[in-house]
């Protein structure tokens, strides 16, 4: 059961579907391949909404930027677009010029050129670092 607190998921829980979800892109990143936002949710067991998968995926990248790693987060995709969504754009050291702000930004699903290259840029990073690293 997902336990939430003001609509939002308690620490102990977001610090746990973190921990549960981590290792999950990590072994896509190893296999330089994408996953959809609905299948991280099936891997770890259901009973997470969209909204609070992107809480988990903003923890773990959040944790990933300050251990300077790159964003694991730019490996979970949706299904329609196969692109990030645009809480990705919302994430520590996004470029001011496509930084996203507000939640209606990252609920839009439209990316822009600049947006798309940065996710590219982004994704390679991801790969190439998990393709040097064990951990």
Request: with cysteine.
């Amino acid at each position: 059961m997902v336990r939430m607190d003001g609509g939002r998921l308690r620490p102990d829980t977001l610090r746990e579907y973190a921990q549960r979800a981590r290792p999950i892109l990590i072994e896509v990143a190893k296999r330089e391949a994408l996953i959809t936002y609905g299948e991280l949710i099936d891997r770890l067991g259901g009973g997470l909404g969209r909204g609070y998968i992107a809480e988990v995926l903003d923890q773990i990248s959040r944790t990933e930027c300050n251990e300077r790693r790159p964003k694991l987060s730019a490996v979970v995709v949706r299904s329609d677009t196969r692109m990030v969504g645009g809480g990705f754009f919302g994430l520590p050291q996004t470029p001011a010029a496509i930084r996203r702000s507000t939640r209606e930004e990252w609920q839009n699903p439209r990316l822009s050129e600049a947006d798309r290259q940065y996710w590219q840029n982004e994704l390679q990073e991801v790969y190439r670092y998990w393709r040097e690293h064990d951990c």
